[in-house]
């Protein structure tokens, strides 16, 4: 499909001219419920596409039209899913070596489970930088990689026991020589790590505040990890665009209005949190579908070993009242108009990469949001926070997915995918899986 595009591009180029009659990429989807999560309306009706973008929603297919035509009578319709936080390399195992299926692999993972885009907030600085060239050049395709490249934190800090070299700091002026360099790589997001009661060190406060005004004077967005309710406050006031994690406990009253008064959105990762006890004591989440063409038998193996279960088996209750306060915070934020972004921490414990996408949401759900609200949260909202115009009007990226069943009626719905559409073109996912395989 790129490839014929590339050839009518470059016919179109030769001749001089814009393009009136369709050329074979495009495509005209009939009859689908189009759920819109930016206006929460659902109609249904067409969706022509081309050159990638949604290109209006004609009641027939304009004339001269001789791309293709795909009837989605009785299926649901929605702009497609990002990932703001994940781990590219592989899926963790717990109790053994992780799966490194490296990003190349990941990336088809997440294009199978209708995620065309994924923020890897932390991996190999250069490899990363190298993996992102590679994939704009053509030369493995899946969801699209955005990165933060680095992980910036305090020496011995988060991030730095995993033996990936990362960027070390201590002082303001430290913080902002590195924001600097990082920003000549064009790291899509600045990460940082901030977390003063962690047992690990963590940067001081005026060394955070310097690297967010750097990262934000190169035009940069910034992430910064939390552990604590004190953590996420003095993060937000330090200038944060985005906190990420939901700290245990309950929430401070006045933190929703905090976040809204800085203008502070939310990747609260509740898979990360919440879901390791799930996969330990529910096998039913390995057992769908999606996990399954997704979660090696090594993975899975390692959710059913007595062993690793058997520990957390006398702290199960405690855990999980830990859990459910999460999702209280969570709904509490969401309520009070804090934009929540989904994020997963895909690569560590109860999380399989492009599976934990759907996790999250039916956690956004059980956290209080509605269906359009999680929907809006995993993609319109997702996507713009990387600059990506997702949507179902007119002139908004076509990554589309179709499903079988309404995610409006029951949120684990996202799961009954029967197509995906990624910049235009139709992803044979069933190709996906074998090479995932
Ligand atoms: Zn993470």
């Known amino acids: 499909m790129k490839f014929q595009s590339l050839i009518s591009a470059a016919i179109v180029a030769a001749a001089g001219f814009t393009p009136v009659f369709a050329d074979a990429d495009d495509l005209f989807l009939t009859g689908a419920h189009i759920i819109d999560p930016e206006t929460r309306t659902v109609e249904t009706g067409n969706i022509l596409i081309r050159e990638g973008r949604i290109a209006g929603h004609p009641a027939s297919a304009p004339d001269g039209f001789d791309g293709q035509v795909i009837a989605l009578d009785g299926k649901w319709l929605a702009p497609a899913f990002v990932d703001l936080h994940t781990h590219s390399f592989g899926d963790a195992v717990p109790g053994n070596r992780p799966e490194g299926l490296g990003t190349p692999t990941v990336a088809t993972h997440y294009l199978y489970a209708g995620t065309t885009a994924f923020l890897d907030l932390f991996g190999h600085e250069e490899g990363l930088a190298a993996l992102r060239a590679a994939q704009k050049a053509g030369e493995f395709g899946g969801a699209d990689l955005y990165a933060s490249l680095s992980c910036l934190t305090a020496p011995n800090g988060h991030c ?29 997001v600045v990460k940082f790590v901030y977390s003063q ?49 939901t700290p245990e406990g309950d929430m401070p009253a006045d933190m929703p209005a905090l976040l809204k008064a800085h203008g502070t959105v939310s990747i609260p990762t509740i898979t990360v949190h919440n879901e390791y006890l799930d996969y330990f004591f529910d096998s039913s989440i390995l057992e769908a579908p999606m996990a399954q063409a997704l979660a090696s038998e090594r993975v899975q193996a390692a959710y059913r070993d007595e062993k690793n279960i058997g520990r957390y088996r006398d702290s199960y209750d405690e855990r999980k009242a830990k859990a459910e306060v999460r999702l209280t915070s969570v709904g509490a934020l969401a309520e009070a108009g804090v934009p929540i972004l989904l994020g997963t921490d895909g690569g560590n414990w109860g999380t399989v990469q492009g599976y934990s996408v759907h996790r999250e949401m039916i956690l956004l759900s059980d956290a209080g949001l509605d269906s359009f609200a999680v929907l809006k949260a995993a993609s ?43 910049d235009g073109d139709v992803v044979d996912r069933a190709a996906l899986l074998q090479k995932a395989e």
């Open 197 to 245: 009661s962690d047992d690990m060190p963590s940067i001081n406060n005026t060394t955070l505040t310097a690297g967010i005004a750097e990262a934000s004077k190169h035009g940069i967005k910034t992430v910064v990890h939390v552990q604590t309710w004190q953590d996420m406050r003095e993060a937000v006031e330090a200038g944060a665009t985005a906190v990420t994690h």
């Open 380 to 422: 319109t909202d997702a996507a713009d926070f990387l600059g990506l115009d997702y949507g179902v009007e007119e002139g908004a990226l076509a990554n589309l997915v179709v499903f079988d069943a309404s995610p409006l009626d029951d949120i684990s719905n996202t799961q009954t995918i029967s197509l995906v559409i990624k």
């Open 160 to 188: 730095t026991e995993y033996g990936v070299p990362t960027r070390t700091m201590s002082t303001p002026e430290e913080a902002r020589v590195s924001v600097a360099e990082l920003a000549a790589k064009k790291p899509d």
